[in-house]
């Protein structure tokens, strides 16, 4: 089956500083990919889609400049959490979507969980 | 039974009974549902779909059954197990629309031994 891999699997780093989290479509091509966060006994909240070789589209709320979305490749993207805070400690999830694959099905990554001291 | 408040509603479950886990969905114009499995530290993992074509779709002791009715969408688990034991999230997606996949709150399944 698709597996994607996210890295790190967890990462603690101090406030002010940036973090980038990677996603990886392992064995197939996503021309598309999600980006996640999830909050503790709450559901994942969408921040934003990436499309490879375009620019991410952010949902309403997410910082753009803040979250920044890189998809170079079509195994790749990157959520780089910029000048972090403790408030942006959450678990981080990314998913893809297959080219040429049913339109609606999404794989998960295992996630990344941020502490920001 | 089920509870709500601050924490995720919870369903406690006897191992061998079977589990309904119940879900409200937000836009009558999706067309696609999914229902996932998350356990703790770990990502989404994909239990069963079904489209809105469809009232009713059967898995490896799991059925999903949708009512466009009244927006309501349920995961009923046969002779549920220990593994079972996680939080369970309904998604709703419009395919005709920007594709994405909106999530529901999420239920805690707690398998009692």
């Known amino acids: 089956g698709a597996v994607v891999s996210q890295h790190p699997s967890w990462v603690i780093c101090k406030s002010g500083t940036s973090v980038k989290i990677e996603c990886r479509s392992l064995?197939?091509?996503?021309?598309?990919m999600f980006w996640y966060r999830q909050f503790p006994k709450q559901s994942l909240m969408l921040m934003a889609t990436?499309?490879?070789?375009?620019?991410?589209?952010?949902e309403q709320g997410v910082e753009k400049d803040k979250f920044l979305i890189n998809h170079a490749s079509l195994t790749l993207s990157t959520l780089t959490v910029t000048s972090a805070h403790p408030e942006d400690s959450s678990f981080y999830i990314c998913?893809?979507?297959?080219?040429?694959?049913?339109?609606?099905?999404?794989?998960f990554g295992p996630g990344t969980r941020l502490l920001v001291l | 039974g089920e509870s709500v408040g601050l924490h995720l509603p919870t369903l406690s479950v006897q191992e061998g009974d079977n589990s309904i886990i119940n879900c409200a969905y937000s836009?009558?114009?999706?067309?696609?549902f999914i229902w996932y499995k998350q356990e703790s530290g770990k990502g989404p993992q994909f239990i069963i779909d079904?489209?809105?074509?469809?009232d009713k779709r059967q898995g490896q002791r799991v059925t999903v059954l949708l009512n466009k009715t009244v927006k309501h969408l349920s995961l009923q688990i046969a002779a549920t197990q220990p593994g079972d034991s996680a939080v369970y999230f309904c998604?709703?997606?419009?395919?005709?629309?920007?594709?994405?996949?909106?999530f529901g709150t999420g239920t805690k399944l707690q398998v009692i031994p």
């Open positions: 998604a709703e997606n419009f395919s005709g629309g920007y594709q994405k996949v909106t």
């Open positions: 998913s893809a979507r297959e080219a040429g694959g049913y339109q609606e099905t999404q794989y």
């Open positions: 836009n009558s114009a999706s067309d696609y």
């Open positions: 064995d197939f091509q996503a021309t598309t």
């Open positions: 990436s499309n490879e070789g375009s620019k991410a589209t952010y």
């Open positions: 079904i489209r809105s074509n469809m």
